[in-house]
């Protein structure tokens, strides 16, 4: 069918068009970290010399965080340190935040299921176990 000749001369270059591939993307990724290094350093050096006392223009941003909760954290973490709330206020209303969230949760879920079995998704019997199992789990 295919002779050895031309099978190995595929594979040659399928290995060189790999490893330059390889070559380049190495290459390249250093380049990045380089100009990703100057961009951090020179940021910080404009930032430090136009505003020593602001800390925010240094700090490097939040990633990562779920929605709406970082400027949220932030903002009771600022009341707390300037002393309008305390460390047991911070608390409370944390613990009242994960009550009402459960809450919503919970109430989300049966009219999630019960919205199944109207729609003949699941059988009535399914949906109670369904929503037991799913209940236990945002109780513990």
Do not use: F, W
């Not at 190995?8 to 060189?16: E, G, R, S």
């Not at 709406?68 to 009242?96: A, C, M, N, R």
């Not at 879920?109 to 399914?126: D, F, L, R, W, Y």
């Amino acid at each position: 069918m295919y002779s050895k000749g031309k099978i190995i001369t595929v594979t040659v270059v399928a290995l060189v068009v790999l490893a330059i591939g390889i070559v380049k993307e190495g290459l390249n990724k250093g380049d990045l970290e380089e100009a990703n290094a100057a961009y951090t350093k020179e940021t910080y050096v404009s930032a430090q010399t136009t505003s020593t006392t602001e800390t925010s223009a240094v700090a490097p941003e939040k990633h990562g965080c779920r929605r709406g909760k970082g400027p949220y954290e932030e903002t009771l973490q600022q009341l707390q340190e300037s002393g309008v709330l305390t460390v047991d206020d911070v608390k409370k209303i944390e613990e009242y935040n994960k009550s009402e969230r459960d809450a919503r949760l919970k109430e989300m879920i049966n009219e999630n299921i019960n919205n199944m079995v109207k729609q003949n998704v699941i059988t009535s019997a399914k949906g109670e176990k369904l929503k037991e199992a799913l209940l236990k789990g945002i109780e513990k």
